[in-house]
C-alpha cells in the first residue's frame, strides 16, 4: 500500500459510515422523513447517534488528513515513515468507528489520538 492508496481507503471507510448513518437514521426517523426536505428537525439517539458524531470526526479527519498526504506526493517527500504514519492513522480510524458505535470511550480516545498524531507527524514531514 502506498499513502494514496491509504487515502483511497480512508475515503472508502468514511463512506461506509455515511451508510450506516444512513441504515441508522432510516431505522429510527424513517425513510420519509429522510428523503423530506427535514424542516422538522429531529434528532437520532444510541448507536446511530453515536455513529453521526464518528462520521463527523471522521469528516473532520479526513480534511485534515488528505492535505498532508497530497503534499508529501506533490513534494515527492514520501518515505518509509511517512508510509509508516499514514498506515498507523489509518489502523487507528478502523478502530475509532466500532469503538465509538459501541461507546467504548476510553479506546475510542486512545484510536483518536493515535490518528491525531500519525496526521501531524505527516505535516512536519511535508515541512
Do not use: C, H
Request: glycine letters at 6%.
Amino acid at each position: 500500500m502506498t499513502e494514496t492508496t491509504i487515502l483511497a481507503a480512508y475515503g472508502l471507510l468514511v463512506m461506509l459510515t455515511i451508510l450506516l448513518q444512513v441504515l441508522g437514521g432510516v431505522q429510527q426517523l424513517s425513510l420519509g422523513y429522510l428523503i423530506s426536505s427535514r424542516d422538522e428537525d429531529r434528532s437520532m439517539t444510541g448507536m446511530t447517534a453515536r455513529v453521526k458524531r464518528a462520521l463527523d470526526n471522521s469528516v473532520v479527519a479526513l480534511a485534515l488528513f488528505a492535505p498532508a498526504i497530497l503534499m508529501l506526493e506533490l513534494l515527492d517527500r514520501t518515505n518509509a515513515t511517512s508510509l509508516l504514519a499514514a498506515q498507523v492513522f489509518l489502523l487507528a480510524r478502523i478502530i475509532y468507528l466500532p469503538v465509538y458505535a459501541l461507546g467504548v470511550p476510553a479506546i475510542r480516545t486512545l484510536a483518536w489520538l493515535a490518528g491525531f498524531a500519525a496526521t501531524a507527524i505527516l505535516y512536519f514531514l511535508a515541512l
